[in-house]
T-cell receptor, first 112, second 117 residues
Framework: QQPVQSPQAVILREGEDAVINCSSS?????VHWYRQKHGEAPVFLMI?????EQKGHEKISASFNEKKQQSSLYLTASQLSYSGTYFC?????????????FGGGTRVLVKP | SAVISQKPSRDICQRGTSLTIQCQVD?????MFWYRQQPGQSLTLIAT?????????ESGFVIDKFPISRPNLTFSTLTVSNMSPEDSSIYLC??????????????FGPGTRLTVL
């Protein structure tokens, strides 16, 4: 029961904005966002721990709606370096330890 | 953050053979995870490897196929046994740097790209 990410893919022009959503069927303790470039390991972007919390990393930010069991990642004024596949990893309240369950990924391509 | 290395970075193996993948971390970590990522797919957890105890496997993964060792707090190995072409994937180890609770960040190693012929 992996979280559902949408959209599956998005193509942007440099400077445009995009939103990636991550929805869970189970109550969440936290949501972790990663970006993976082709042939490389996933790189940690941010973690959201509390309902309603928003965090940011440069012009990439995210929100977490605990009630709706979902998180959104916002790519603002996108740069070429934002291209890659974005994964959300969810930590369910009922799960033991730190086991993350990853969504299917969203492929982002930023064009000049 | 932790610095993680994996060996080998890639390998091409024959059906029926086994490959052992090593994961080395530059600091002591409590929790290590092994993931599989099939081409174009998401990350699937194989097992959790804690030092001093047996690895815990996820549904669909068994110890006979993916034996894991965790001899100390900086090292682990994953063996892919009796390989078939369906085992062709990227295998990644991941660590949680601190044990301050469930809010800890996971970091990934560079991965081992395995092709089985």
């Amino acid at each position: 029961q992996q979280p559902v990410q949408s959209p599956q893919a998005v193509i942007l022009r440099e400077g445009e904005d995009a939103v990636i959503n991550c929805s869970s069927s189970k109550a969440l303790y936290s949501v972790h966002w990663y970006r993976q470039k082709h042939g490389e390991a996933p790189v940690f972007l941010m973690i959201l721990l509390k309902g309603g919390e928003q965090k940011g990393h440069e012009k990439i930010s995210a929100s977490f709606n605990e009630k709706k069991q979902q998180s959104s990642l916002y790519l603002t004024a996108s740069q070429l370096s934002y291209s890659g596949t974005y994964f959300c990893g969810t930590l369910w309240r009922e799960a033991a330890g730190n086991k993350l369950t990853f969504g299917g990924g969203t492929r982002v391509l930023v064009k000049p | 953050s932790a610095v993680i290395s994996q060996k080998p970075s890639r390998d091409i193996c024959q059906r029926g053979t086994s490959l052992t993948i090593q994961c080395q971390v530059d600091s002591q970590v409590t929790m290590m995870f092994w993931y599989r990522q099939q081409p174009g797919q998401s990350l699937t957890l194989i097992a959790t490897a804690n030092q001093g105890s047996e690895a815990t496997y996820e549904s669909g993964f068994v110890i006979d196929k993916f034996p894991i060792s965790r001899p100390n707090l900086t090292f682990s190995t994953l063996t892919v046994s009796n390989m078939s072409p369906e085992d062709s994937s990227i295998y990644l180890c991941s660590v949680v740097s601190y044990s301050y609770g469930r809010s800890d960040t996971q970091y990934f190693g560079p991965g081992t790209r395995l092709t089985v012929l």
